[in-house]
């Protein structure tokens, strides 16, 4: 046969026969020296023993190849293991520097032995085993016969020290094969390995990939067959706990209970449960690693405080802050000194969760038990604080860090403190901190910017945002792609839809990564454009910043004639030619931009594209909502019922946005008759024809004004005016809550109707005065009635631009009023307008008298 010197010394490597084939070279040879070759040398080497007549063949120069030392690589745990024994990250380089050490001994003693043997020299029993157990654990097997040749020279032959020499030198050089098999042939040779020799085994085996079940087979194996005076000790079965894989955690937990309740088997030391711990940690088993570090103490065993760190840190990556907060009590009863480490892990944990208040009173815990907070500590907090939305807490908390004797504020500090204020809305504190930051000369980054970026994008500062942006890079700080991501989400949240994508085409310049995240803030930039383009259409900047409402003064809106809904399909698309599949969020922004732009047919193309997709693009209520409101804007109300019902057919609760979106297609529309029975569905009244949506009993959902405003501006809308139904919509709104609320009234007699739309307050007007009317068959004596309608923002701002009488005027609430007095109540009453309180409508007491009597 061959000689392959990269199969392993004792290896049987064609199983368990190759163990006959050495019985049967064992009887075919005759000499001694050839008995002991077949006793040591595993059979595929058999064909090789040759009788020597001397020992001038012996290979003085032999040194192991490097292939052969490829062949026992140290064992290394998981890289998600903690600590388990395991390599550190230059093992590599030690490694090499150990292989060249050992090829040097390696050819050292084989050129000692030989020059000894030259002279006639006295070789020992143990000498030549010790330069044997070399060749072994190196794979060398022409020395292995060249030692062999020598040992028989001199009398000497292969005992238990020779097998145990060999057992040794494998551990050393993590050659579990060998020790596996060389066990084996201790025993056809005549050698019982005892406990020693069955521990060492066990130990090169651990330190070899993927032995370590072996090494555990062989460990229970032997627990059977040796009495319990025999145990095979401990370290070998701490090797085998510290060598199990992770996501073998199992294992290690059942070997560990072995050793508690098997006398064949040692006791546990605290290594044992150390080791078994960490496996658990390592597995992401935090609850299975509390348990054994709790159960610890029973088994009179005291864990260490590095160990109640281990499971700390690992409850809290499990969100199991009560569990970590237990711990610090058992830590108490057990008169465990905890470290600062110990109280930042409860923290971190408390902090994960949220636990703001919680965390907070472990920080107090930790001062009064002497213990010194360090900067993480407070770190922990902000951060805490910046996930909760906490801005006042996170402020508080910095303030307190600068008072903390030897703690000072770092970069991580402020960044966290500013990521609060971004959560809060508070922009202005934000960029305040960023001054501090400044001032304070600390080493500002990209997360940092990043926090007032975002902060910026919250507060629609969206100018503000692109100068951070601009700044942060002529500091040569490069921005990454999170900060692209909240600046794109900045141009959005203030409708500049040019920037946004501009703020993309850099990213692509640059050859940056753009992900999915980034490009969902682009569409949703291009989504709140349309919206806006949709709320003020054909309307120049400077007009629009003068009729709005929503946004600040201070912003600018992109207002062209770009269908934006094409470029957000287009993104759509440059998302899936980079490999990434739209998510849910992208498509319903797309679907609002098709909506805003009254594209209804390419939101219901979305929609089933989403709907034939997986469960990450099944259409939510968002997107339903979105195609709803594309629906709407173009009267297509039978397609936005269909949406509607398929939404909730597929499980989703219709929540108010979705009704909403609804009853705006069925105004548009002019269903009159669809949006009463939809209006009696949402209050819970149910008719004994079903509405077009309706499928199940839905669950408790509340109308707001805008939903009244839309049922009663469709009901106001149709041919003949059901006032009947529009003053039951609106008494219905009333005990409710969403109109004419107790709290704003005055008296029966003064009644604010800002803010109502023109239908809404003609319904208001007839159940003010129906109500009087109930009150005087009561007894009551009317009085004058007073109407707030505010002077109307339309009229205000006809007189701003010198509009005349005789130019056709926008209808102002105040106006409407006057005239529906007139024409809707019979008698007529005539409202006046008071010089000093220009935004009311009073009606005298004596046209409410009369109109009374004509009733």
């Not at 100018?463 to 959005?492: F, H, Q, R």
């Not at 173009?634 to 057919?649: I, P, Q, R, V, W």
């Not at 007894?779 to 006809?798: C, D, F, I, N, Y």
Request: contains cysteine.
């Amino acid at each position: 046969m061959t000689y392959n010197p990269s199969i392993s010394m004792l290896g049987v490597v064609n199983g368990v026969a190759r163990i006959g084939m050495l019985w049967i070279c064992v009887l075919l040879l005759s000499t001694d020296a050839q008995w002991l070759a077949c006793c040591f040398v595993p059979p595929q080497h058999h064909a090789r023993i040759q009788p020597r007549k001397s020992v001038s063949c012996f290979h003085a120069n032999v040194v192991p190849s490097k292939k052969t030392s490829d062949t026992v690589p140290v064992k290394q745990k998981s890289s998600a293991s903690i600590s388990n024994n395991r390599a550190p990250a230059n093992q590599d380089n030690k490694q090499t520097s150990n292989t060249k050490r050992d090829e040097h001994s390696l050819a050292f003693q084989l050129e000692e032995m030989k020059q000894r043997a030259d002279k006639d020299e006295t070789l020992t029993q143990s000498y030549c085993d010790s330069v044997m157990a070399l060749c072994v654990a190196w794979n060398e097997w022409d020395s292995v016969l060249d030692v062999l040749e020598v040992m028989k020279q001199y009398g000497l032959q292969q005992e238990h020290s020779t097998y145990r020499a060999a057992l040794e030198t494998c551990v050393e050089f993590a050659n579990g094969p060998s020790a596996a098999e060389l066990l084996e042939t201790m025993k056809q040779a005549g050698q019982t390995p005892d406990s020693t020799d069955v521990a060492l085994a066990v130990e090169a085996m651990c330190t070899s990939d993927n032995m370590w079940n072996q090494a555990m087979t062989l460990l229970m194996k032997t627990a059977h067959e040796k009495e319990n005076d025999n145990v095979v000790p401990v370290k070998a079965y701490d090797a085998v706990l510290s060598s199990i894989p992770s996501e073998h955690w199992k294992s290690a937990v059942h070997l560990l209970h072995t050793m508690q309740q098997e006398e064949s088997h040692p006791n546990p030391t605290i290594s044992s449960f150390r080791a078994v711990i960490e496996t658990c940690v390592a597995a992401q088993q935090a609850e299975q690693a509390y348990t054994i570090l709790t159960n610890m103490s029973s088994h009179r065993f005291k864990p260490t405080a590095f160990m109640f760190e281990l499971v700390i840190s690992a409850l809290a990556k499990s969100s199991s802050w009560r569990r970590a907060l237990q711990l610090l009590d058992v830590m108490d009863d057990l008169h465990i000194q905890k470290t600062v480490v110990t109280y930042n892990t409860v923290i971190s944990a408390c902090a994960r969760a949220g636990e703001v208040g919680t965390a907070k009173n472990v920080l107090a815990k930790m001062k009064q038990s002497g213990v010194k907070p360090n900067i993480i500590s407070f770190n922990s907090l902000v951060a805490a604080c910046a996930s909760t939305s906490r801005w006042k807490d996170a402020l508080l908390i910095l303030d307190q860090c600068h008072r903390e004797p030897g703690v000072q504020p770092d970069i991580i500090t402020y960044t966290n403190a500013m990521r609060a204020c971004a959560k809060g809305r508070q922009t202005n504190r934000a960029l305040a901190l960023l001054q501090v930051v400044k001032d304070m000369k600390l080493p500002i980054d990209a997360y940092c910017y990043t926090a007032v970026i975002d902060a910026c994008a919250k507060g629609k500062r969206w100018k503000t945002a692109l100068e951070l942006l601009e700044e942060m890079e002529a500091n040569g700080i490069m921005p990454n792609a999170i900060t692209y991501s909240v600046a794109i989400n900045a141009c959005g949240n203030g409708g500049q839809a040019k920037e946004a994508l501009a703020l993309l085409d850099q990213m692509k310049e640059k050859k940056m990564r753009i992900n999915l995240i980034t490009y969902n803030s682009a569409i949703t930039a291009l989504s709140k454009a349309s919206k806006m383009n949709a709320k003020f259409p054909g309307q120049s900047n400077d007009s629009r910043q003068a009729a709005s409402v929503t946004f600040p003064k201070s912003e600018v809106v992109n207002v062209d004639n770009e269908q934006l809904w094409v470029q957000a399909l287009e993104l759509i698309e440059q998302i899936k030619a980079e490999g990434m599949k739209p998510d849910g969020f992208s498509y319903s922004a797309a679907i609002s931009c098709c909506g805003s732009g009254g594209r209804w047919k390419e939101a219901l193309e979305i929609i089933e594209t989403m709907q034939k997709g997986g469960p990450k693009m099944r259409p939510n209520k968002i997107a339903y909502t979105a195609a709803i409101s594309a629906c709407g804007r173009s009267g297509k109300y039978k397609e936005a019922l269909k949406l509607f019902t398929d939404m909730k057919n597929q499980g989703l609760h219709a929540d108010r946005i979705a009704y909403n979106a609804v009853f705006s297609a069925l105004r548009v529309a002019n269903r009159p008759g669809e949006a009463y029975q939809l209006w009696n569905e949402i209050c819970g009244k149910h008719d004994e024809k079903p509405t077009a949506s309706s499928t199940t009993t839905p669950l408790a959902v509340s109308p707001d004004i805008i939903t009244v405003s839309d049922v009663i501006g469709t009901l106001s809308r149709a041919d003949t005016i059901d006032k009947d139904k529009v003053d039951e919509v609106f008494e219905e709104a009333v005990k409710r809550g969403i109109v004419l609320r107790e709290e704003s009234l005055d008296s029966d007699y003064e009644v604010d109707l800002t803010g109502m739309t023109l239908p809404v307050a003609r319904a208001a007007c007839r159940y003010i005065f129906n109500r009087i009317l109930a009150n005087y068959r009561k007894g009551e004596k009317p009085s004058e009635v007073t109407l707030l309608t505010g002077v109307g923002r339309a009229q205000q701002q006809q007189q701003q631009d010198g509009m005349g009488d005789g130019e056709k005027k926008l209808t102002a609430l105040r106006e409407y009023i006057l005239q529906d007095l007139e024409e809707d109540f019979d008698p007529p009453m005539h409202g006046i307008v008071p010089q000093r309180a220009q935004g009311t409508v009073a009606i005298a007491q004596s046209q409410v008298e009369a109109w009374i009597a004509g009733q």
